[in-house]
Nanobody
Framework: VQLVESGGGLVQSGGSLRLSCTAS????????MGWYRQAPGKQRELVAT???????NYADSVKGRFTISRDNAENTVHLHMNSLKPEDTAVYYC???????????????WGKGTLVTVSS
């Protein structure tokens, strides 16, 4: 199983970006999928995720600015980021809990990350 992220880059404060993550490989089901980020010198933190039941969780710091969406047929999630701030600068990682075969437990997978830099 692989998670491949795309869409990072440099943007000015107040701008927008869209990140995408696609899971590929042997996939029976995806229990949850979403985005985390890690800024320099800080711990990795949750940004936005879909739970197994389909509900969403957002970090307080991004509520109202970021929206997570998904395409189940393509095993893809997107993170739409608006009103970006310099403090959103981080490496953004895709995460997914994937079941590769029926009756097997889910395993957490991570992408390699994509850098988002917001200039002031």
């Amino acid at each position: 199983v692989q998670l491949v992220e795309s869409g990072g880059g440099l943007v000015q404060s107040g701008g927008s970006l869209r990140l995408s993550c696609t899971a590929s490989g042997r996939i029976f089901s995806i229990n949850g999928m979403g985005w985390y980020r890690q800024a320099p010198g800080k711990q990795r933190e949750l940004v936005a995720t879909f739970t197994r039941g389909g509900s969403t969780n957002y970090a307080d710091s991004v509520k109202g600015r970021f929206t997570i969406s998904r395409d189940n047929a393509e095993n893809t999630v997107h993170l739409h980021m608006n009103s970006l701030k310099p403090e959103d600068t981080a490496v953004y990682y895709c995460n997914a809990d994937i079941v590769d075969r029926i009756s097997r437990p889910a395993v957490a997978y991570w992408g390699k990350g994509t850098l988002v830099t917001v200039s002031s």
